[in-house]
T-cell receptor, first 113, second 110 residues
Framework: EAGVTQSPTHLIKTRGQQATLRCSPI?????VYWYQQALGLGLQFLLW???????NRGNFPPRFSGRQFPNYSSELNVNALELEDSALYLC????????????FGSGTRLTVV | RKEVEQDPGPFNVPEGATVAFNCTYS??????FFWYRQDCRKEPKLLMS???SGNEDGRFTAQLNRASQYISLLIRDSKLSDSATYLC???????????FGKGTLLTVNP
């Protein structure tokens, strides 16, 4: 069974640009979670999608947005990139109705220069 | 008070040592608890869930004390491959969001 897959692995953007990160959940999983891990900081919750709907969002500005597609894959968009957006962005998936620890993808390392 | 507080570390131990990590959480409505490990520049991986009765998986033992809002992880007979950052995690409520501690870095030395 394929795990959570994320693309691209690395992304370099300049300040002010937009970044799009992609995530494919484990087959059968309906929930997708996005987290940001900046250098030296813990994982910060960004967004939760389930069944195509945004269910919860963390304490991030509106320029962080995303969506979930009918096949449950997801995109995270970051507009007007700032230097401090440089981080590892992790996607995880789970069954929507179970409170289990979930499985992460290997992440996208975004560098804003 | 931070949602999840862990020992700041780092912990440097010799091979074969026993090491314990502690964690406190502030949300009394928390329902599920986990320990994750994260290797350098890699994604976090679920190490084990934590139950009120305590649970063991080989050299790893996890304990939960709901009254004290405290979680622990004990690693016996440390191996070089145990070197990683250990993350204390909980979830609560209906959003299934996991809240992570900042982690404790463990280095096991030969």
């Amino acid at each position: 069974e394929a795990g959570v897959t994320q693309s691209p692995t690395h992304l370099i953007k300049t300040r002010g640009q937009q970044a799009t990160l992609r995530c494919s959940p484990i087959s059968g999983h309906t929930s997708v979670y996005w987290y940001q891990q900046a250098l030296g900081l813990g994982l910060q919750f960004l967004l939760w999608y389930d069944e195509g709907e945004e269910r919860n969002r963390g304490n991030f500005p509106p320029r962080f947005s995303g969506r979930q597609f009918p096949n449950y894959s997801s995109e995270l968009n970051v507009n007007a990139l700032e230097l401090e957006d440089s981080a590892l962005y992790l996607c995880a998936s789970s069954f929507g109705d179970r409170n289990y620890g979930y499985t992460f993808g290997s992440g996208t390392r975004l560098t804003v220069v | 008070r931070k949602e999840v507080e862990q020992d700041p570390g780092p912990f440097n131990v010799p091979e074969g040592a026993t090491v314990a990590f502690n964690c406190t959480y502030s949300n009394s409505a928390s329902q599920s608890f986990f320990w994750y490990r994260q290797d350098c520049r890699k994604e976090p991986k679920l190490l084990m869930s934590v139950y009120s009765s305590g649970n063991e998986d080989g050299r790893f033992t996890a304990q939960l004390n709901r009254a004290s809002q405290y979680i622990s992880l004990l690693i016996r007979d440390s191996k070089l491959s145990d070197s990683a950052t250990y993350l204390c995690v909980y979830s609560g409520g209906s959003n299934y969001k996991l809240t992570f501690g900042k982690g404790t870095l463990l280095t096991v030395n030969p």
